[in-house]
Structures are given as structure tokens and as C-alpha cells.
């Protein structure tokens, strides 16, 4: 079974985050799906592009930040995403979900699935604010913990969610189109 797959997130996730004066965090709907498509992709290419094949990865780009998925997913009440705004400009996204299992069963947790900001903003400090939000977010669906799938070469990526209390727990087979690359399960305790 895949674990907490019948869970619905609830309606009442407010709609509009304003996390301080410059960076606002809105949850996406259907009004969203071309701009989540192409901040999706970019920031997936920014950060694999150079270590895959190019047909590789534009295959997995195809597949899976197409509008047509991206409207299928922002439907699905297992999945939820984020538009991250920094004084207007979109600099990044976030997507919560219930669709993976996780594999220690008894863990009540949530995966963040994706967090992904613009290069430029890369160091800027709005990715701390996109993980205080995620805190947040995962406290309101009573959530015990936060867990997370990271390529085990992203030393930028885990160095980030090592200094804010995420830890390895074990290992995870990610598919980057018929390649099987290797990535670290980290998980963060909330409570
Ligand atoms: C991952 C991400 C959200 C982190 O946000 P960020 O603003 O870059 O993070 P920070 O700058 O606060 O922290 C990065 C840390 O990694 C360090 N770092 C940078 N490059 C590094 C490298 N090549 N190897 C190891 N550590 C590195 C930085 O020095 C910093 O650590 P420090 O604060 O101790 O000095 C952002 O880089 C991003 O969007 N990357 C592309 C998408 C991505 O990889 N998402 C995660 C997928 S699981």
C-alpha cells in the first residue's frame, strides 16, 4: 500500500503566505500550470543538465514538467505546490505530497518532493524561508516529520538540508528516465 496515498490535504491550507515583506509563498492552482511548467523544468536542467545525457534529461524534462502533467498533478489532492515570490519576481517552487512510501512505514511524515529555486537566487536566504514554510505546512496536516529524496552528488543541496537538521537514513533508487541514479533519503524530525 502505498503510504498515506488515501490522504486528502485539507481545504483550509490558506491560499496566500506572505512569509515577510519580500517573499511571498502562494499555493498554485490551475492558473499556475504554465508557469510551474517552466520554472520546473529551467531549475531541473539548471541543476542536472550538465551531468546527464541531454537526451536523457529532456526526456525526464518531457515527461514530467509537460503542462499536461503539471495540470494532472496541481488536481491531485495528494500533491501540493508552492510559488515562491521574491518582490514579484518567481524564484522558485515547492511541492509537498502523499504519493511515495516511505520506508519506515511508522513514520508520520510528508515528503518534500521538490524545492527548487532560480540560480540567482541560489544563497539569497529565501530558500530558509521556503523550509520554515514547509515546517509550517507539515505541522498543520499533523505531520511528525519532513523527509526528502536528494542525488547523492547534489553536495550543495545536502549540505543545505544538513545544516537544518536533516539527516541521512538510508538510500533510494531515483529514475532519471531509464537511468537509475542513487539518492539519499534524509528525513527532519518536527517533533
Ligand atoms: C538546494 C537549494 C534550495 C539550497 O538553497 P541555497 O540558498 O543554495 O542554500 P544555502 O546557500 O543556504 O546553503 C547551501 C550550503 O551549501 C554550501 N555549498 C555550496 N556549494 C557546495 C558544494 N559544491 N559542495 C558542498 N557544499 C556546498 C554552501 O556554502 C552553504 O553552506 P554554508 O551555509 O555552511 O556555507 C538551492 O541551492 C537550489 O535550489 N538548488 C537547485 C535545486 C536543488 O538542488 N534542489 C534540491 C533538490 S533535492
Redesign the pocket.
Known amino acids: 500500500m502505498l503510504r498515506g496515498s488515501a490522504k486528502a490535504l485539507p481545504l483550509i491550507l490558506p491560499y496566500t503566505l506572505m512569509m515577510n515583506d519580500r517573499i511571498k509563498i502562494l499555493k498554485a492552482n490551475l492558473n499556475d500550470t504554465t508557469a510551474l511548467s517552466v520554472i520546473a523544468a529551467t531549475?531541473f536542467y539548471d541543476?542536472y543538465g550538465a551531468y546527464n545525457k541531454q537526451e536523457t534529461i529532456q526526456r525526464y524534462i518531457d515527461k514530467w514538467f509537460s503542462t499536461s502533467q503539471m495540470c494532472k498533478e496541481l488536481s491531485d489532492d495528494r500533491i501540493i505546490y508552492y510559488l515562491v515570490y521574491d518582490q514579484q519576481q518567481l524564484s522558485?517552487y515547492i511541492k509537498l505530497q502523499f504519493v511515495n512510501p516511505h520506508q519506515n512505514s511508522d513514520l508520520n511524515g510528508v515528503e518534500l518532493s521538490?524545492?527548487?529555486?532560480l540560480k540567482q537566487?541560489?544563497?539569497?536566504g529565501?530558500?530558509?524561508v521556503m523550509l520554515n514554510h514547509c515546517y509550517k505546512i507539515a505541522e498543520e496536516l499533523k505531520q511528525d516529520a519532513i523527509w526528502?529524496s536528494?542525488w547523492e552528488k547534489?553536495?550543495?543541496?545536502i549540505?543545505?538540508y544538513e545544516?537544518h537538521g536533516f539527516v541521512k537514513k538510508g538510500n533510494l533508487i531515483f529514475k532519471m528516465d531509464d537511468e537509475d541514479q542513487n539518492d539519499f533519503l534524509m528525513v527532519k524530525h518536527l517533533i
Do not use: P
Open positions: 531549475t541543476t522558485g521538490r524545492l527548487y529555486l537566487w541560489h544563497g539569497s529565501v530558500s530558509e526528502l536528494v547534489n553536495n550543495r543541496a549540505r543545505f545544516k
